[in-house]
């Protein structure tokens, strides 16, 4: 097997501001733009608002290159702004020019050290750039650039980082007997010229192993990689490489299989819950994470989490609420009717921990059940004590909750190690108010020694509800873990759309719901910068879900 995975996290300048909605990765937006095509109306991946737009490209690569060229043919005003002086720009001599044809801007010698916004809206209004000058060359033999302490204020409404990819942490989390480097790239055994990985029969190249390079080299490692493995099948039997590629046809096949809907079941008003054939999904799957999901060629990439799957039928099953345009035309989907693409399972399982003489609770709000479900399984399965915190808007709107639906059969077969408590806002049904209602008092009496140890709460459901229940356990020093389902392109770490501010050590550091998550300590989250990310495409959400006659 040959490890190719590339070094996709993007890079950016962690500076005051770039928690504010339109700034984004170069990954992200060439993500959106040609992979999703989302600058054509018949698509329904979302961009920001670009044509007539004032657009900053922070970079000088060809990333940025291709980030400003095409900003440009949107219809923005493009601006790159880099540290050094256009010879020092690693990019092409011929994509610079390119881009300047096309009416891209340069302001050179400037870096960005902050960024200002709307207190309003949350979007970007302004970057605050260092004065630079060079000084003398570096280790890459170009001019270092010195910082003068003068600043300027340049306007903006979208701010594209082109800075360069670390090393995806996805294939080294997945597989820890891989060995990496400080930097996170994968190493090999360090026989001269051999492309083996730690792992007998892994072999890595390109930018996974050397970080950022290029197109030329990964291919060079590709074939070396490749002669190498040749050498090594020439000294293996016969019937042992027969059977390893009639095992690699099999799992391919397997994996190949189409994403049918074979089975749908109305909950409650604008929910469906889905059964899909995803054989190789319901082989891995394992509490806490989630999948990707294409509806249509034409749709956009929704993660939902698991709320179920099988095993031995090949199935998942997935809750969706009709929200937006593509998750409208889902839930109008029939029995037989196949998904564009399904990708998973993603994301860090549920860290689970056996406990005496506690308990777990779980907060879901509405659509948070479904996700709740699996990892509340897990917990019960270990042993461990469970409340369930089920809130809804209302009677009407309750779903699972039925003698011989998923809850009440849980509860059947768990009984008193198993509190199921429900509440509705509109007091039809069980607790009037809030999750947060009963979950106070359970602080309360674990504060007071009167009730059950709370060990950990975890809350999945509307971002404020989460938010309130982190608000309500950090005073009580109750461990608290939210579960994100952020806004997602490629879900794979590659595009740093699904950005999640959080303080660690008193520092505002940037972690990514789909590989530091979804499942993200909820007291270190800075809920104040994260919520307004949830408003990002509203009104092109809006303009879709009319042009579409939603």
């Known amino acids: 097997m040959f490890v190719g995975s590339g070094a996709g996290l993007p890079?950016?300048?962690?500076?005051?501001?770039?928690?504010?909605?339109?700034?984004?990765?170069?990954?992200?937006?060439?993500?959106?733009?040609?992979?999703?095509?989302g600058h054509r109306e018949s698509h329904e991946t979302p961009l920001p608002e670009i044509k007539g737009k004032q657009v900053l490209v922070i970079g000088g690569g060809n990333t940025a290159m291709d980030a400003s060229r095409t900003a440009r043919r949107l219809g923005g005003n493009v601006t790159i702004v880099y540290r050094r002086t256009r010879a020092e720009m690693p990019a092409r001599v011929e994509e610079?020019?390119?881009?300047l044809e096309e009416g891209v801007e340069l302001d050179v010698l400037r870096s960005p050290i902050e960024f200002a916004g709307d207190p309003q809206t949350h979007f970007v209004t302004s970057a605050t750039v260092e004065i630079i000058a060079l000084g003398e060359p570096d280790s890459s033999g170009r001019r270092r650039p010195v910082p003068t302490g003068r600043t300027t204020e340049i306007a903006a409404d979208l701010v594209i980082m082109a800075l360069g990819n670390a090393s995806n942490p996805i294939i080294k989390d997945s597989e820890p007997r891989l060995s990496v480097s400080k930097w996170g790239t994968i190493e090999q055994t360090g026989v001269p010229g051999s492309k083996e990985t730690s792992i007998a029969g892994i072999y890595t190249g390109g930018d996974a192993a050397r970080g950022g390079s290029t197109a030329i080299r990964a291919a060079g490692d590709g074939q070396a990689a490749a002669r190498e493995i040749v050498r090594t099948m020439a000294t293996m039997d016969q019937a042992d490489i027969t059977d390893r590629v009639n095992r690699a046809l099999a799992y391919s096949e397997v994996a190949a299989q189409i994403p049918v809907i074979v089975k749908k079941v109305h909950l409650s008003a604008g929910i469906e819950e889905f059964e899909v054939r995803a054989p190789v999904i319901a082989r891995s799957a394992k509490a806490g994470q989630f999948v990707r999901v294409l509806p249509t060629p034409d749709g956009e990439l929704i993660p939902l989490t698991l709320a179920d799957w099988d095993a031995e039928k090949g199935t998942i099953t997935l809750v969706i609420q009709a929200m937006g345009t593509s998750t409208l035309k889902m839930n109008e989907m029939k029995v037989g009717e196949a998904l564009a693409g399904v990708a998973g399972p993603l994301g860090r399982p549920s860290e689970l921990t056996r406990y005496e003489d506690a308990e777990v609770v779980f907060t879901a709000g509405g659509l948070g059940l479904p996700p709740v479900y699996p990892i509340m399984r897990e917990h019960l399965k270990m042993g461990n004590r469970v409340t369930l915190i089920s809130g809804f808007r209302s009677r009407d709107l309750m779903f699972w909750n039925g003698a011989d639906e998923r809850v009440g059969m849980m509860k059947a077969q768990y009984g008193d190690q198993l509190t199921v408590v429900y509440t509705t806002n509109d007091g039809s049904y069980g607790v009037q108010g809030f999750v947060t209602a009963p979950l106070q008092e359970m602080l309360d009496a674990h504060r007071d020694a009167t009730g059950l140890t709370i060990a950990e709460v975890v809350t999945i459901g509307p971002p404020l509800m989460m938010r309130g229940v982190s608000d309500?356990?950090?005073?009580?020093?109750?461990?608290?873990?939210?579960?994100?389902?952020?806004?997602?392109v490629d879900a794979t770490g590659m595009c740093g759309a699904c950005m999640v501010p959080v303080i660690e050590d008193g520092q505002l550091i940037r972690k990514h719901a789909c590989i530091d998550g979804p499942e993200i300590d909820a007291h270190g989250i800075d809920w104040e910068k994260f919520l307004p990310r949830f408003g990002l495409f509203r009104s092109q959400e809006q303009a879709s879900r009319v042009r579409n006659g939603f």
């Open 96 to 99: 610079i020019e390119h881009a």
């Open 11 to 37: 890079r950016f300048l962690n500076v005051p501001g770039e928690h504010l909605l339109n700034v984004m990765s170069a990954n992200e937006f060439l993500t959106r733009v040609n992979l999703m095509q």
């Open 472 to 488: 309500l356990t950090k005073p009580y020093d109750v461990h608290c873990v939210a579960s994100l389902n952020s806004i997602m």
